[in-house]
């Protein structure tokens, strides 16, 4: 069965919600109709910098990654960071995150982008066994302070 890799589309929505949700779900916290919307909305507007993709496999949509595109001051050429990756937990360990992350790095080469990045749980061991295949962990910490009600 062939994977394609390719942009997020309008006629993905039902499935993505799916995947949305269980990807919210994982990092516990319940899905918020709101945030739903406006992610759904940023994917889709060429001005945001929020951008999608999808794995698709049978014409059915198992996996999604969304990243942000943005400036920093550390380059001379904008960042990527890979915000949400997720793959149908039944068809995972096949291949389909790597192939997602490729294609970033597709795309980063495409775009002249000085880095793709990404955080995840530490422990989030069945991602990390993937990611740690790409890249050493940066032994960076992350810091959050939430400011707002969502």
């Given at each position: 069965?062939?994977?394609?890799?390719?942009?997020?589309?309008?006629?993905?929505?039902?499935?993505?919600?799916?995947?949305w949700?269980?990807?919210?779900?994982?990092?516990?916290?319940?899905?918020?109709?709101?945030?739903?919307?406006?992610?759904?909305?940023?994917?889709?507007?060429?001005?945001?910098?929020?951008?999608?993709?999808?794995?698709?496999?049978?014409?059915?949509?198992?996996?999604?990654?969304?990243?942000?595109?943005?400036?920093?001051?550390?380059?001379?050429?904008?960042?990527?960071?890979?915000?949400d990756?997720?793959?149908?937990?039944?068809?995972?360990?096949?291949?389909?995150?790597?192939?997602?992350?490729?294609?970033?790095?597709?795309?980063?080469?495409?775009?002249?982008?000085?880095?793709?990045?990404?955080?995840?749980?530490?422990?989030?061991?069945?991602?990390?066994?993937?990611?740690?295949?790409?890249?050493?962990?940066?032994?960076?910490?992350?810091?959050?302070?939430?400011?707002?009600?969502t």
């Amino acid at each position: 069965m062939p994977l394609t890799i390719r942009p997020i589309e309008p006629r993905d929505e039902a499935r993505w919600r799916v995947l949305w949700d269980g990807y919210t779900r994982f990092y516990e916290r319940e899905p918020a109709e709101p945030i739903t919307l406006h992610t759904w909305a940023r994917l889709h507007d060429a001005a945001s910098p929020v951008r999608g993709i999808v794995a698709e496999q049978d014409g059915v949509v198992i996996g999604l990654a969304h990243c942000i595109v943005h400036e920093s001051t550390s380059t001379l050429t904008p960042v990527c960071y890979l915000q949400d990756l997720f793959v149908d937990p039944t068809l995972r360990a096949a291949g389909v995150g790597k192939a997602l992350i490729d294609a970033l790095l597709v795309e980063a080469h495409a775009q002249g982008w000085s880095r793709l990045y990404w955080a995840t749980n530490e422990t989030n061991y069945r991602a990390r066994g993937l990611y740690d295949k790409y890249t050493p962990h940066s032994g960076f910490l992350r810091y959050s302070l939430s400011t707002a009600g969502t």
